[in-house]
T-cell receptor, first 111, second 115 residues
Framework: GENVEQHPSTLSVQEGDSAVIKCTYSDSASNYFPWYKQELGKRPQLIIDIRSNVGEKKDQRIAVTLNKTAKHFSLHITETQPEDSAVYFCAASRSGNKLVFGAGTILRVKS | GAGVSQSPSNKVTEKGKDVELRCDPISGHTALYWYRQSLGQGLEFLIYFQGNSAPDKSGLPSDRFSAERTGGSVSTLTIQRTQQEDSAVYLC?????????????FGPGTRLTVT
C-alpha cells in the first residue's frame, strides 16, 4: 500500500521568510495530493491540492509542486505570517483508494 | 450550514471500560472516515464508510475497536476494554463521495484519556 513520508517534522521561520515542506510517496499510481492545515486546538482543513496531470499549483501565498518521476511533492509558503503557524499534513491517494497522510510538520512563524 | 460534529468532546475513562464515540457528518455526505491522532503524531486511518457499509476496516488497531453507521448518517466508534495506549484524539471526517479527490471535512474530535 501507499506510504507517505513528510519532512521536516518541525520548522521554524522568521515572519516574512518562506517555508517549504516536502513529502515523498511510494505508490507510483497515486494521482491526488492534498495538503491539510491544522491550527492549534482546531480541526484539519484542506488548503490546497494538486493532481498528477499538473506540476505546480498556486493560491496566493501558497503553492504546491509535484515531481512524479521522483515521487515527491512540496508545499511552499511565501511571506509567512504568524497565522501560518500550524501543523501541516500532506496526503496521497490513487483513484478508488483512501487518502494516506504524512506524519505532519509543525510550522512556527516567529514575529 | 452545520459542519461535522462529534461527541463527547472529552472523555476520561478507566482502563478496561468500554467507550462510545459519536460522529454526526454533514447532511448528504456519503463517505465518513474515522482517524486517530496521538500527541504529536499524524492522522492514523481507522475505518471508512460508504453509506452504511465499511469497505475498508484495515486501520482498526485490534478487535477491541468496532464502528457502525446507521441511516447513512450518524456513526459510532466503540472501543472495548480500553487500554492506556488508546488515549488519543479521535477525529471523524465526512465527504460527498468516497472518491479521495473530494474534500474531507473534519469534526472537532473527541479527546479520549484512559487512566
Amino acid at each position: 500500500g501507499e506510504n507517505v513520508e513528510q519532512h521536516p517534522s518541525t520548522l521554524s521561520v522568521q515572519e516574512g521568510d518562506s517555508a517549504v515542506i516536502k513529502c515523498t510517496y511510494s505508490d507510483s499510481a497515486s494521482n491526488y495530493f492534498p495538503w491539510y492545515k491544522q491550527e492549534l486546538g482546531k480541526r484539519p482543513q484542506l488548503i490546497i491540492d494538486i493532481r498528477s496531470n499538473v506540476g505546480e499549483k498556486k493560491d496566493q501565498r501558497i503553492a504546491v509542486t509535484l515531481n512524479k518521476t521522483a515521487k515527491h511533492f512540496s508545499l511552499h509558503i511565501t511571506e509567512t505570517q504568524p497565522e501560518d503557524s500550524a501543523v501541516y499534513f500532506c496526503a496521497a491517494s490513487r483513484s478508488g483508494n483512501k487518502l494516506v497522510f504524512g506524519a505532519g510538520t509543525i510550522l512556527r512563524v516567529k514575529s | 450550514g452545520a459542519g461535522v460534529s462529534q461527541s463527547p468532546s472529552n472523555k476520561v475513562t478507566e482502563k478496561g471500560k468500554d467507550v462510545e464515540l459519536r460522529c454526526d457528518p454533514i447532511s448528504g455526505h456519503t463517505a465518513l472516515y474515522w482517524y486517530r491522532q496521538s500527541l504529536g503524531q499524524g492522522l492514523e486511518f481507522l475505518i471508512y464508510f460508504q453509506g452504511n457499509s465499511a469497505p475498508d476496516k484495515s486501520g482498526l488497531p485490534s478487535d477491541r475497536f468496532s464502528a457502525e453507521r446507521t441511516g447513512g448518517s450518524v456513526s459510532t466508534l466503540t472501543i472495548q476494554r480500553t487500554q492506556q495506549e488508546d488515549s488519543a484524539v479521535y477525529l471523524c471526517a465526512s465527504s460527498l463521495s468516497i472518491d479521495p479527490t473530494y474534500e474531507q471535512y473534519f469534526g472537532p474530535g473527541t479527546r479520549l484519556t484512559v487512566t
